[in-house]
Nanobody, 126 residues
Framework: QVQLVESGGGLVQPGGSLRLSCAASGRTFSSYTVGWFHQAPGKEREFVAAITWSGGSSTFYADSVKGRFAISRDNVKNTVYLQMSRLKPEDTAVYYC??????????????????WGQGTSVTVSS
């Protein structure tokens, strides 16, 4: 069982930055792939980024965030980070982290993940 808690959301101006954190419980966190998804009001949950378990530690990004967002993990702290830069109003959403044991083949689909956090809200507005 893995429990996930997101933090770091808030209000930021366009062009600004935020760092989201996803803190996990469990002794084998390094064996889990972690993904970030976001969901805007009235829209479906969408893939943002993922980082595979420490056997590979590959990273993947949605085209809309490539070059602006960076995902990383600290397995000592059992935490995955999403550094968001050059934020745009269209990045406004609730951001969720999710985890699944080892590496799913469809890391970009919400249904591939078994554990979810409660979400943290990001608003990009002037």
């Amino acid at each position: 069982q893995v429990q996930l808690v997101e933090s770091g959301g808030g209000l930021v101006q366009p062009g600004g930055s935020l760092r989201l954190s996803c803190a996990a419980s469990g002794r084998t966190f390094s064996s889990y792939t972690v993904g970030w998804f976001h969901q805007a009001p009235g829209k479906e949950r969408e893939f943002v980024a993922a980082i595979t378990w420490s056997g590979g530690s590959s990273t993947f990004y949605a085209d809309s965030v490539k070059g602006r967002f960076a995902i990383s993990r600290d397995n000592v702290k059992n935490t995955v980070y999403l550094q968001m830069s050059r934020l745009k109003p269209e990045d406004t959403a609730v951001y969720y982290c999710a985890a699944v044991y080892r590496s799913p083949s469809l890391y970009y689909t919400p249904s591939a993940y078994d554990y979810w956090g409660q979400g943290t809200s990001v608003t990009v507005s002037s």
